[in-house]
């Protein structure tokens, strides 16, 4: 097996606009960790999902960082392949993203034609962590309903729920697509609770329980009208399969990271569509690299739901690459060679804090 020339490890930080809560916690800046390789013909990019700490799955920057160094870019030069290595989906998919990015670079070929793109923008919504107050929250959802936003999605836990959706639901009225994620902070003793969101015509309600309790979200998915979509749970074509079968859920969101690179998230797509399910493409705050290459998978035929994929000036003063500007609602998908985008030199050098090169 011939692997890169080079793989190169790339860590960034940049701070956020506005710090973003969810039931995990605050962030105030986004741990980047890029991957970087080059081949004969062509140099490829990617973006590790990864947060700084393992609150959202269990993986974490400095934990990608060191797989990949460790175990997973060691691998690209024997025949055990990167599927040898348990779990660290993140890790791999950044990985195999710059890999692909390198290949398709060589060919000319665009991710979008890749993949099976089957449209040249994508509908996208914004996701609205926790705020310290109603109004707070209002004035943010005001903001980009004006932007123009297709959806807005509300972060939730116990005791944040119904009061923000209520006060968005009366200031906004019905027509705004309007839903919500829990990112796993109920318990299923609290589906008498989440029935009261049912009043407020959300498109879904995203991963009310825990990872692990599938059958807690049959039960629940039982006793609500807001159809269930899953999100953390889903790390395969496999468990998509299984929360589908088990009435777990009626919607999935894929994001590549989550479930180890660009090929797994089209095998969900594809075994969604073939049951009937919409599916839709979350986010993970990514710089304008992560974002460029899920806009080409978000622009499949069955991402029929806005993604979690915002402009660029939604998270960062400034991105990595040319900035992703919202048109009607929409982010247009670049059409270049890979990706499409490569990362300003000037930016990499103002966010980078270190590099480290793993092949040479
Ligand atoms: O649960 O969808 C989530 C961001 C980080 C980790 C988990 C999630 C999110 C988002 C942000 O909701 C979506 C975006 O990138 O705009
Ligand atoms: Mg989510």
């Given at each position: 097996?011939?692997?890169?020339?080079?793989?190169?490890?790339?860590?960034?930080?940049?701070?956020?606009?506005?710090?973003?809560?969810?039931?995990?916690?605050?962030?105030?800046?986004?741990?980047?960790?890029?991957?970087?390789?080059?081949?004969?013909?062509?140099?490829?990019?990617?973006?590790?999902?990864?947060?700084?700490?393992?609150?959202?799955?269990?993986?974490?920057?400095?934990?990608?960082?060191?797989?990949?160094?460790?175990?997973?870019?060691?691998?690209?030069?024997?025949?055990?392949?990167?599927?040898?290595?348990?779990?660290?989906?993140?890790?791999?998919?950044?990985?195999?993203?710059?890999?692909?990015?390198?290949?398709?670079?060589?060919?000319?070929?665009?991710?979008?034609?890749?993949?099976?793109?089957?449209?040249?923008?994508?509908?996208?919504?914004?996701?609205?962590?926790?705020?310290?107050?109603?109004?707070?929250?209002?004035?943010?959802?005001?903001?980009?309903?004006?932007?123009?936003?297709?959806?807005?999605?509300?972060?939730?836990?116990?005791?944040?729920?119904?009061?923000?959706?209520?006060?968005?639901?009366?200031?906004?009225?019905?027509?705004?697509?309007?839903?919500?994620?829990?990112?796993?902070?109920?318990?299923?003793?609290?589906?008498?609770?989440?029935?009261?969101?049912?009043?407020?015509?959300?498109?879904?309600?995203?991963?009310?329980?825990?990872?692990?309790?599938?059958?807690?979200?049959?039960?629940?998915?039982e006793r609500i009208t807001t159809p269930v979509c899953l999100d953390e749970s889903i790390g395969s074509a496999a468990d998509a399969d299984t929360a589908i079968r088990l009435g777990a859920c009626r919607i999935v969101n894929i994001k590549a990271g989550r479930v180890g690179g660009l090929d797994e998230a089209v095998r969900i797509h594809d075994l969604c569509q073939k049951q009937g399910v919409p599916v839709w493409c979350g986010g993970m705050l990514e710089t304008g690299v992560g974002r460029?290459?899920?806009?080409?998978?978000?622009?499949?035929?069955?991402?029929?739901?806005?993604?979690?994929?915002?402009?660029?000036?939604?998270?960062?003063?400034?991105?990595?690459?040319?900035?992703?500007?919202?048109?009607?609602?929409?982010?247009?998908?670049?059409?270049?060679?890979?990706?499409?985008?490569?990362?300003?030199?000037?930016?990499?050098?103002?966010?980078?804090?270190?590099?480290?090169?793993?092949?040479?």
């Open positions: 097996m011939t692997g890169p020339e080079a793989v190169e490890l790339r860590r960034l930080r940049l701070p956020l606009v506005e710090p973003f809560g969810t039931a995990h916690g605050t962030q105030h800046e986004r741990d980047v960790l890029l991957v970087r390789v080059l081949t004969s013909d062509a140099e490829g990019w990617g973006e590790c999902a990864a947060l700084s700490e393992p609150t959202y799955t269990a993986e974490y920057t400095e934990g990608a960082a060191d797989v990949l160094r460790r175990h997973l870019v060691p691998r690209l030069f024997d025949d055990a392949g990167l599927d040898s290595v348990q779990g660290h989906p993140m890790a791999k998919a950044a990985l195999r993203a710059a890999l692909l990015d390198a290949a398709l670079r060589g060919e000319g070929r665009s991710l979008k034609d890749y993949l099976g793109a089957a449209r040249s923008t994508v509908p996208v919504g914004v996701s609205v962590g926790l705020q310290p107050s109603l109004d707070a929250m209002l004035e943010t959802v005001a903001r980009y309903v004006e932007q123009g936003y297709a959806r807005v999605k509300l972060k939730i836990q116990p005791g944040w729920d119904v009061e923000p959706v209520s006060a968005v639901r009366d200031r906004f009225g019905p027509r705004l697509q309007l839903q919500v994620d829990a990112n796993g902070s109920y318990t299923v003793d609290d589906a008498r609770h989440l029935q009261d969101l049912d009043s407020f015509a959300l498109v879904l309600i995203e991963q009310p329980l825990p990872a692990d309790d599938l059958l807690g979200h049959v039960a629940v998915a460029a290459a899920a806009l080409a998978l978000a622009a499949l035929p069955n991402f029929t739901l806005p993604a979690d994929l915002s402009a660029s000036d939604r998270y960062y003063r400034e991105d990595l690459t040319d900035p992703f500007v919202l048109h009607d609602g929409c982010l247009t998908v670049p059409d270049g060679p890979g990706i499409g985008v490569t990362p300003h030199p000037e930016a990499l050098a103002q966010f980078t804090t270190s590099v480290e090169q793993l092949v040479q």
